[in-house]
Structure formats: structure tokens, C-alpha cells
């Protein structure tokens, strides 16, 4: 399985077979967000919540199937499991729900966090079950920051963290923090030199590591 960081929390996961999984394709420009547009083709799109930075299904190509909301998904023969969240600490009164989504892709379990919020509870973490592959927000402000996101990892213990939703280059004046607050103290941190990264189901690190990703676009 290939991981591609386009940006923010929007990733492009491709399986050996060719399958492309999108999430959270982006609307350039709101928020100050200054990547290019998500064009890319995809197979299966995923939508954590319906705000502009998130929920730009159209960008994407190839006439992909949508999966977004609660519950079981079946999409191009891959399950998808949305797990109820909300999007700020107050049960979403505030910025509303957020569907936390796990898959399986050539074996990896992926957690995409969307733009959760708040702590999670045990039901919840049960609910997610086993994380090889965590995509996490860490830049605080809309979403947890980055003690809470470094809590979470610790109760989900997954193989791989990828933090997204975080400041970068190109989107200065987002008001969120960069990824060092996260990374500061974490042990195993990788900083790729690129936007993507290519995991093994048998090759997975046995103790959790940390590879922060360049948006590809």
C-alpha cells in the first residue's frame, strides 16, 4: 500500500492492485488553504464531515464512490467502518459531527481521525479496534492538538502514525500549529523527503513510528 499526502487531511492510499482511496479532498483557498486542487483519479472517496476543507468530492476524478457517515460501507469490495465523533469538544454544538473511518487496504488497517475533536472514549477506541496505519490531526484549534493527539496514539497503538491537518508552507496563515508541537518528544520520528510512502502488511514496525509526510500538492 502506497500512502500520498496531498495535504491537509485529504491522502491518496493506493492498494497493489491499483485500487485509489481518497480522504477529505480539500476546496483551495477557504480557511487559507493554498495547495493546488485534489485532481487526482480516484476509485473510493472518503468524507469525514461536510465542511469546504474536507468535502470537495468533486475535484477528485475517475467517478469515484462516496462513502461518508455512520455505520458499514461496502465500496469497490473494501469495508468501511464510520464511527460517530464530533467535531469540538462539546458534542458538535459547535462545529457539528465528525465519522472517524477504518478499512483494510492489502491487509493494513487504516484509521483516518477526520477532524475529531475531542478525547476518545473506551467504547470508542474498542469500536476502532486494531490500527497498524493512524492519519491523525495535530494542529489544534479546529481539531485535538498536539497533547491530546499524542494521548490518542498512545490508546489506539498503532504501527504507523502519518499526522495531517497541521500549518505548512503552503498554507501560512492556517491558523492551526505545525507539526513539531507533535513531534517534539515523540520517539521514532521519520521525516520523509516527499509526499508518499510505501507500507508492507510484513514490514510494519513493531514498535510505533512516526513518519511526517511534504504535501504533494
Known amino acids: 500500500m502506497k ?22 479532498p480539500y476546496t483551495p483557498g477557504v480557511y487559507g488553504l493554498e495547495y493546488a486542487p485534489p485532481a487526482e483519479t480516484a476509485d473510493i472517496v472518503t468524507m469525514s464531515h461536510d465542511h469546504a476543507d474536507h468535502n470537495n468530492v468533486a475535484a477528485v476524478k475517475g467517478n469515484p464512490q462516496v462513502v461518508r457517515g455512520v455505520g458499514s460501507h461496502e465500496a469497490r469490495g473494501i469495508q468501511f467502518k464510520g464511527i460517530a465523533t464530533a467535531h469540538d469538544e462539546s458534542s ?48 489544534g484549534n479546529f481539531t485535538i492538538d498536539a497533547a491530546l493527539a499524542n494521548r490518542l496514539c498512545q490508546k489506539l497503538a498503532p504501527k504507523v502514525v502519518i499526522p495531517m491537518h497541521f500549518k505548512t508552507a503552503r498554507c501560512p496563515s492556517f491558523p492551526v500549529t505545525g507539526v513539531e508541537d507533535f513531534t517534539r518528544g515523540r520517539q521514532q520520528v521519520k521525516t520523509i523527503d516527499g509526499s508518499e510512502v510505501e507500507l508492507k502488511k510484513g514490514q510494519l514496525p513493531a514498535t510505533t513510528e512516526t513518519i511526517v509526510l511534504k504535501p504533494a500538492l
Open 3 to 24: 500512502v500520498k499526502w496531498l495535504g491537509h487531511s485529504c491522502f491518496l492510499l493506493t492498494s497493489e492492485s491499483g485500487l485509489r482511496i481518497i480522504t477529505d
Open 92 to 139: 458538535g454544538k459547535e462545529r457539528g459531527a465528525n465519522t472517524i473511518f477504518c478499512f483494510a487496504l492489502d491487509g493494513i488497517n487504516v484509521c483516518h481521525l477526520g477532524d475529531v475533536g475531542h478525547d476518545l472514549s473506551g467504547e470508542t477506541v474498542a469500536a476502532i479496534g486494531e490500527v497498524d496505519v493512524l492519519l491523525i490531526p495535530v494542529g
